[in-house]
């Protein structure tokens, strides 16, 4: 696997030349980026260090290595890019451009202090012994499993025939369905600003879920995010659908924030996080299943299709 730290430069050009920017309205972008749009990402770009390579290189190590052990049919395609930016861009959210994985510059000086920390550690312990695959203290565990988390976005992005039909059928199995944005209907102006998951493009999952009122009844969803001025960051939301007439969905102003709808999260039992796109729950799941060796047995139940 090619694994490759772009300059400032090469970043730049890779941003210019994206459509990532073209998929967020006007709203997000102004929120994303205070009011600069996509010259805020550009100007945001800084160079890697040598600190930064030496401890990335090492948990990407990892990473492929487990990858190749444990799902090698999942393993990426094409060349893994990174590139850093300051601090504070996305709320400080590793996230992908087309096959290059964007860690902000506090991201990066975290996995540096945890391996520096995993080093002291080492010294002190008597009868300590490193294991190069797979180190057993969890914040290295932690921080590789968000790497690969990422690294499955890219799969997810560029896979394979057969890569796509493991990942989409696993998706069926959760209760989720593709549609394409044209298969929306919007009847009146949205009361809530979405925000794109720069992993997953919004409104191409729709979700069905039990009903809250006759148990033998479902109801259709479309999860995503929404920017919330609150918290002052995005907050997963379910969107209420309406089946319209030639196979259309009507679009509704009616949501529920996801972590308060238990019918939806009691379909995902403990996983926590990242619930308002397949994409970021298949992330999660099988990052954590490969890296952190926790177990989803409703949730993966054809393990041999790895």
Same mark, same amino acid.
């Given at each position: ?13 890779? &941003? *210019? ?25 550009? /100007?945001?770009?800084? /160079? ?16 492929? =290595?487990?990858?190749?052990?444990? !799902? ?40 540096? =202090? ?16 490193? *294991?190069?695959?797979?180190?057993? !203290?969890?914040?290295?565990?932690? =921080? ?42 919007? =009847? ?24 809250? &009122? ?44 996801? /972590? ?47």
């Amino acid at each position: 696997m090619s694994l490759k730290f772009l300059s400032k430069d090469e970043a730049i050009q890779l &941003i *210019n030349n994206s459509s990532y920017f073209d998929t967020f309205n006007i709203n997000e972008l102004m929120i994303r980026t205070n009011g600069k749009g996509r010259l805020y990402y550009l /100007e945001n770009v800084i /160079e890697f260090n040598k600190s930064d390579k030496v401890v990335l290189v090492q948990l990407f190590n990892m990473v492929f =290595n487990l990858m190749k052990q444990k !799902i090698n049919s999942l393993f990426p395609t094409c060349p893994i890019y990174l590139i850093k930016m300051k601090s504070g861009v996305d709320w400080d959210y590793p996230f992908t451009i087309e096959n290059a994985i964007v860690l902000t510059e506090k991201v990066i000086n975290q996995y540096i =202090n945890c391996s520096q920390q995993l080093q002291i550690d080492y010294q002190q312990k008597s009868g300590y012994h490193r *294991n190069l695959v797979r180190p057993t !203290i969890e914040p290295i565990l932690s =921080n590789a499993c968000t790497l690969f988390h990422e690294v499955l976005h890219i799969v997810q992005r560029k896979p394979t025939k057969k890569q796509y039909d493991i990942i989409y059928n696993i998706y069926k199995e959760w209760g989720f369905s593709r549609i394409m944005p044209t298969d929306l209907k919007f =009847n009146e102006k949205l009361s809530y600003v979405p925000i794109s998951n720069p992993d997953g493009y919004n409104f191409n999952y729709l979700v069905k879920v039990r009903s809250t &009122i006759n148990v033998n009844s479902f109801q259709l969803f479309l999860p995503t995010l929404i920017y919330s001025q609150e918290a002052k960051r995005p907050r997963g939301i379910l969107i209420e659908v309406i089946p319209d007439v030639d196979n259309k969905f009507l679009i509704t102003n009616n949501f529920n924030y996801i /972590e308060a709808y238990q019918q939806y999260t009691d379909m995902f039992r403990d996983v926590h996080q990242c619930l308002y796109h397949p994409n970021e729950i298949f992330a999660t799941v099988i990052s954590q299943w490969v890296v952190q060796n926790t177990v989803y047995d409703k949730l993966l139940p054809t393990y041999n299709l790895f």
